[in-house]
């Protein structure tokens, strides 16, 4: 029998398996303290225990990481940016301000007790002329000295349960995650010019960090997040080309060139946008929501893109935790056959999310074990 970490290396690089592996996303993926009382750590309540020590004890565990980085001594950030925290009833809010260009820009983030999410009540950029007021910022404010030792230590940590998996945002994440989606949707619809300045400048430091984190850990997973802004409904394909495949396919050949693989976070319908996700040259892609969430079948994916790409998916979080177990068995076998079925590089049976609440019930409980007894007892090799 292969450890998990033999497994989960196996299925990335396409070689056979014992059994295909089994993530449950970011359960397994966090390395969560359910110790710690912090009121705002739902982990902290006994019904996650079970969850997370079976995430622990039979998934092959997909652990994230991300590297270390503090402000370069050039870096003048504090000059410009300020923020601020304070408690209000459940909640915990953080208010970020910018001052540049003669405006004010401000964002506000709101956490809440009984949730695992961070709510953003107010973005920061909402109009042309703040992303214009942004790119006035000094380059340097994007400088940062980088660290990897987090990463080897959760490596160490992990052993032989499975592997570490680098996480990073690509520039389209960084540039859309400063607005709201309408305010994002509009401006890189209608001011393409204007939005490729503002990913510019968030790209060069973000391909940069890339390059050198690749260098310093070589070899591992990574998972890049954030293509899925430019998809339908949202986008056209041709921003997808614009908008990701021009700085994410550097990325991956700089995650390549150090003898890593790259995974590609892509939510909703990516039907379209799948072969130029094979064409910059990733390696993996999840979660391949099926209809209504996404537009395309499992099995179709296998079956044209299978021996290009290691498959992660294809359980949507929710069938998790309100189908009841019969039906949710049912799902979740035909995914694994459609992820196995025929010739391919690999199958990683997964989520596409994991519950954020405070509280498992025992039904969903149920529905994750029913994850781990089919790929051990009903499972082909992938």
């Not at 060069?204 to 310093?216: D, Q, W, Y």
Request: proline share 7%; hydrophobic share 35%; with cysteine.
């Amino acid at each position: 029998m292969m450890t998990r970490r033999e497994r989960l290396t196996a299925t990335i690089k396409g070689k056979s398996v014992d059994r295909p592996a089994v993530s449950f996303y970011e359960i397994g993926g966090f390395d969560v303290d359910p110790t710690d009382p912090d009121p705002y750590n739902v982990y902290n309540d006994p019904s996650w225990k079970p969850l997370l020590d079976l995430a622990e004890a039979e998934t092959d565990l997909i652990r994230f990481s991300s590297p270390g980085q503090t402000p370069a001594p050039s870096n003048p950030r504090q000059e410009f940016f300020s923020t601020v925290t304070w408690e209000e009833g459940e909640s915990r809010f953080t208010e970020t301000r910018v001052s540049i260009g003669g405006r004010e820009l401000s964002s506000l983030s709101r956490r809440d007790r009984q949730t695992n999410t961070l709510w953003e009540v107010k973005h920061l950029i909402k109009s042309e002329e703040d992303i214009r007021a942004y790119l006035e910022l000094p380059d340097e404010c994007f400088r940062y000295d980088i660290s990897v030792e987090g990463i080897l230590e959760a490596e160490r940590k992990v052993g032989d349960a499975g592997i570490v998996m680098i996480d990073t945002g690509d520039p389209l994440c960084a540039a859309a995650s400063l607005m709201a989606m309408e305010d994002f949707t509009v401006i890189a619809f209608t001011n393409p010019d204007l939005f490729s300045r503002l990913l510019e400048k968030l790209a060069e430091p973000i391909l940069a960090r890339t390059k050198k984190v690749a260098e310093m850990a070589p070899g591992r997973l990574w998972r890049i997040y954030g293509p899925e802004y430019a998809t339908e409904p949202y986008l056209k394909p041709r921003h997808f080309r614009d908008y990701v495949v021009r700085y994410v396919e550097p990325m991956i050949r700089s995650i390549h060139s150090a003898g890593g693989a790259a995974r590609i976070h892509c939510h909703g319908r990516i039907k379209k946008v799948l072969p130029m996700i094979v064409e910059m040259g990733a390696d993996g892609i999840d979660p391949i929501e099926p209809p209504p969430q996404g537009d395309v079948l499992l099995a179709d994916v296998r079956r044209e893109y299978g021996k290009d790409l290691t498959l992660f998916g294809n359980l949507e979080a929710s069938d998790i935790e309100n189908l009841p177990s019969a039906d949710f068995e049912r799902v979740a076998a035909q995914s694994l056959r459609d992820g196995t079925a025929g010739e391919g590089r690999g199958f990683v049976l997964m989520p596409s999310a994991s519950p954020y609440g405070r509280t498992i019930t025992r039904q969903t409980m149920t529905n994750y074990e029913t994850l781990v007894r089919l790929v051990k007892e009903n499972g082909s090799p992938a």
